[in-house]
């Protein structure tokens, strides 16, 4: 089986986890890619189902031991990244594995895995609706609205590196034509 990879990058608030949900939903074929990550837990999530939750430490002997796909220090002191073995994982189930990662870790593994990626990036209609969007949510303080605003901003700048950019203004159409895409990519009708 070739070893295709669906990756999914997109601002904070662009709606790129609900998209990725109903895919993971939808498709059977696909498995979502647990990332590895040195932030806390939220209440709600689980080590080894939401991220694979290392300290910094930890994180750093993985990267010696040249143990991911892709990784980045994604806010200040907080790492993410793509383990190899996870990619294996799913890959040994006769899955392909959906990443939902930042910006720059996505064309990481595009330019590691080249024509077996597809990268997808979903763009918000503007910077005022993700505002709206990630005020909406509560969780934002002032400044963490600032800096996920900033962030957003310069991850825009790179879309033009991804295969396809969906404008994600309508969330049904946009979910219809990423799962295109991903149809398309997979070859399957």
Known sequence: MEKKIIIVTAPSGAGKTTIVKKLLAEMPQ???????ATREARANEVDGRDYYFMTTDEFHQKIDENAFAEYEMVYAGKYYGTLKSELERIW?????PMVDIDVKGALSIKEKYHQEALTIFIQPPSID???E???ERGTET???????LAKARYELSFSHEFDKIVVNDVLERAYEEV???VKDFLNIK
């Open 92 to 96: 040994s189930n006769d899955q392909i």
């Open 179 to 181: 799962k295109n895409l």
């Open 129 to 131: 609706a993700l505002r």
């Open 30 to 36: 696909l498995a979502f890619s647990i990332s590895a």
């Open 142 to 148: 002032q400044a963490s609205l600032d800096e996920r």
């Open 133 to 135: 969007r990630l005020s």
